[in-house]
């Protein structure tokens, strides 16, 4: 039997993922809505697969799959988002997470995607290639990280210690939004705060 822990914020989508799952064979189903309660649930069942929303407070999915891969390496996390699946590519390169999935994958992608995952298989689409093959000629060019005119922006207000509610009113989207911003910054610039984010910022003088 294969347990596999489903987190997510929302309790629609999160009941919703469970149904999708309902028909995989020989798997046992728990979910949870607080990503900071993820850890000490670890601590009395064991997960062979989390599957994650990227996407919570007070943790995101990202910095709880990194938790969750210290306490158990082994264990196979799949995140899903409702962004573009291609912001994340560099998190399976790195090895930080085994499985993507977008929000708005059928019931059969989703199935297969587990599946895949369990088989020690990556299943994404073709353009995940595409990135493999820029990362390597950036890796091997060393060429800098290049931020948009929108993510310079947000890393300057965040130098002037706005909140990301701040930082949201301020550039005309969603608090949610933003926090989608610094989460993918995080990953681009190997840096796990907002003042070290801040301070990479500076060196490569992309903010004053």
């Not at 629609?12 to 064979?25: F, I, R, S, Y």
């Not at 020989?26 to 601590?43: D, F, G, H, P, R």
């Not at 949610?176 to 910022?201: C, D, G, P, Q, W």
Request: one cysteine or more.
């Amino acid at each position: 039997m294969i347990n596999i822990l489903i987190v997510d914020d929302h309790p629609v989508v999160l009941d919703g993922t469970k149904t999708l799952l309902q028909d995989l064979e020989n798997v046992y189903i728990e979910t949870e809505q607080e990503s900071a309660n993820v850890l000490s649930k670890m601590e009395t069942k064991k997960f062979q697969l989390y599957l994650i929303d990227i996407n919570m407070k007070p943790l995101n999915g990202i910095q709880l799959a990194e938790m969750i891969k210290k306490t158990q390496p082994e264990a196979l996390i799949i995140l899903y988002t409702g962004y573009e699946l291609s912001d994340y590519y560099e998190l399976l390169v790195e090895k930080k997470v085994d499985g993507l999935l977008s929000k708005l994958a059928t019931k059969e992608q989703v199935i297969q995607t587990i599946q895949a995952t369990l088989r020690g298989e990556i299943l994404l689409s073709a353009d995940f290639l595409d990135f493999v093959q820029q990362h390597s000629n950036r890796t091997n060019a060393k060429q800098e990280v290049l931020l948009s005119q929108k993510e310079q922006e947000i890393l300057q207000l965040v130098a002037q210690g706005c909140t990301n509610k701040a930082i949201a009113s301020a550039i005309g989207v969603t608090q949610r939004t933003v926090e989608n911003y610094l989460s993918k910054l995080f990953v681009r610039l190997h840096v796990e705060s907002r003042a070290e984010a801040v301070i990479v910022a500076k060196e490569k003088a992309w903010i004053d």
